[in-house]
Each structure stands twice: as structure tokens, then as C-alpha cells.
């Protein structure tokens, strides 16, 4: 059993697990305005939906796989050759369906080939150990960054890669103007 809980503002909520209801929860029951659900676990999609005024709001979970590849993300893609502008480089772990695996930690490196400096890698987790001066590190909650800064007046672009563990990776150019 796993509880399920649905912070709300929504008068009442409705869980579903793989289309099946799992019943209705009402706010006048939950003065902290979380709504609980004891479930079994069962892999598939968890939805909660409920309304007001017509409107019908709804969000859904989906039970994910393995990873298969690191899914790279850059904030901008142009920087200024100036030595200060600064971009963040998110890993991402993702199943054969591009979702997010936010439940495996892997160890992996980032690989950057361009003239640009590496601040730092972090996974945002307050527990990690790890060292910031690095290239290599494990993810938290699946997720890691880089985060890179242009040089003054070098101009160049920028490859980030990520390769660990079986996994594959995107890349993505930051071209520094």
C-alpha cells in the first residue's frame, strides 16, 4: 500500500488508477487541504480530477520504466563572449517513453567540447557529497546539471554530451557570440 496524497483547493477530488475510481475525497474532511488515499501499488497512470464552477482540473501520474538514455536540456542556447553570461545544462534520466524516471540514481559524466568554462555540477540533492569541480556525478531524484560560463571575447560553440551506465544522450550546442 502506498498513500497517495493531493494537495487541493478544489472542493472535492476524485482518484482513479488506471481508469478504475478509487472514490471521492472532500476538502471539508482535510482542513490542511491534502487529500489521502491508501493504495495498492499498480503500475499504470494515477489521475486525480475534480471541478468547480464548471471547470474541470485534472493531473496524472505515470508508472515509468528503466532508463534508456539521459535527456539533456540547455536554458539558452546563445551565450554572450563576454565571461560572464552563464547557462545551466539539466540532465534528465527518461524510459523508452520519454518520461521522466525520477525513482533511479546512475552515475554518469557530462562531456563539453568547446572553449567555455565549467562553474560547477550539482543534483540538487541537500544530502550529495559529491564535489562541484568535476565533470562526473550521481543523479538525485534522476536529474543532474552543469552549469557553463562564455570566456571573454572567445567565440565558439559548444557540444554537451552525457554517457554513462549503458545509457544514451542528446546533445546540445550553446553557441557563445
Not at 499498480?42 to 534508456?68: M, N, W
Not at 562553474?119 to 538525485?140: C, E, F, H, P, R
Request: charged share 25%; glycine share 8%.
Amino acid at each position: 500500500m502506498i498513500i497517495v496524497a493531493v494537495p487541493t483547493n478544489l472542493h472535492k477530488v476524485e482518484l482513479l488508477l488506471n481508469g478504475k475510481s478509487l472514490g471521492w475525497r472532500s476538502l471539508s474532511n482535510s482542513p490542511d487541504r491534502i487529500l489521502r488515499w491508501a493504495v495498492p501499488f499498480e503500475s499504470g497512470t494515477l489521475v486525480a480530477r475534480g471541478g468547480f464552477d464548471g471547470q474541470e482540473k485534472e493531473v496524472s501520474l505515470q508508472t515509468t520504466s528503466a532508463p534508456v538514455a539521459i535527456k539533456l536540456v540547455t536554458e539558452k542556447s546563445n551565450l554572450k563572449a563576454d565571461g560572464y553570461d552563464v547557462t545551466h545544462v539539466v540532465a534528465q534520466l527518461v524510459d523508452k517513453d520519454g518520461l521522466h524516471v525520477t525513482s533511479k540514481e546512475t552515475e554518469f559524466r557530462f562531456l563539453v567540447n568547446g572553449d567555455v568554462k565549467i562553474l560547477g555540477v550539482d543534483n540538487g540533492s541537500n544530502k550529495s557529497t559529491q564535489d562541484y569541480q568535476t565533470n562526473k556525478l550521481i543523479t538525485a531524484n534522476g536529474r543532474a546539471l552543469i552549469l557553463l560560463q562564455s570566456l571573454k571575447d572567445v567565440k565558439d560553440v559548444v557540444t554537451v554530451q552525457a554517457t554513462g551506465s549503458k545509457l544514451k544522450s542528446n546533445s546540445v550546442q550553446v553557441q557563445i557570440k
